[in-house]
């Protein structure tokens, strides 16, 4: 099993559309995770962190279930400008700041 | 006023040649890092610096050397360029080294001949 693990997609939503992305992570010591979002041919940038039981921030939503090993992004009211890859990342416990990114979701937003 | 930034953003250049990228930030963070992006979109990491000091050193090839002259640099000098270390190579920077978010430069394309 990959440390972290998601569906690459792509998802071909609406505007307007509620879309959720799902990450898997082996780990069960990894203590917190995040959200980057990452556009073609540019550098990643730090979309949400998500700690304990999860946080909203205006349209995106993330979980995470440590039962189970994943966290999730919910993006609603999809825009055209959410269209972007979307990386998973959590953090190798106990490797010095080594955080592990999921190949990516691609998500495109059309019209 | 960029946060993290890295020269040159496009680096074209003949297998076999050395050269350096330049990694600057100005958030005073305490961690610096070097990773590698390939065709296949994966981020992997290469190399993490705290204070001047290496903390993570992944399996990469020795012809990969990074030196941290202070805290807010991180360079990155590649030797004997080959065919697959073409890629975007990013710099990254966090407060501190451990469970925190991290700032990336905008990359540094390098294509080998």
């Not at chain 2, 290469?46 to 204070?51: D, K, L, V």
């Not at chain 2, 290496?54 to 000098?77: G, M, Y």
Request: proline share 5%; glycine share 6%; net charge positive.
């Amino acid at each position: 099993r990959k440390e972290v693990e998601q569906d690459p997609g792509p998802f071909n939503v609406p505007e307007g559309a509620t879309v959720a992305f799902n990450c898997t992570y082996s780990n069960s010591a990894s203590q917190s995770f995040f959200w980057y979002r990452q556009d073609c041919r540019k550098e990643p940038k730090l979309l949400m962190s998500v700690y304990s039981s999860g946080n909203e921030d205006g349209r995106f939503t993330a979980q995470l279930n440590r039962a189970s090993q994943y966290i999730s992004l919910l993006i609603r009211d999809s825009k055209l400008s959410d269209s972007a890859t979307y990386l998973c990342v959590g953090p190798y416990y106990n490797q010095g700041g080594k955080l592990i990114f999921g190949q990516g979701t691609e998500l495109s937003v059309k019209p | 006023d960029t946060a993290v930034s890295q020269t040159p953003k496009y680096l074209v250049t003949q297998m076999g040649n050395d050269k350096s990228i330049k990694c600057e930030q100005n958030l005073g963070h305490d961690t610096m890092y070097w990773y590698k992006q390939d065709s296949k979109k994966f981020l992997k990491i290469m190399f993490s610096y705290n204070n001047k000091e290496l903390i993570i050193n992944e399996t990469v090839p020795n012809r990969f050397s990074p030196k941290s002259p202070d805290k807010a640099h991180l360079n990155l000098h590649i030797n004997s360029l080959e065919l697959g270390d073409s890629a975007v190579y990013f710099c990254a920077s966090s407060r501190q080294y451990s469970n925190q978010p991290q700032h990336f430069g905008d990359g540094t394309r390098l294509s080998i001949l």
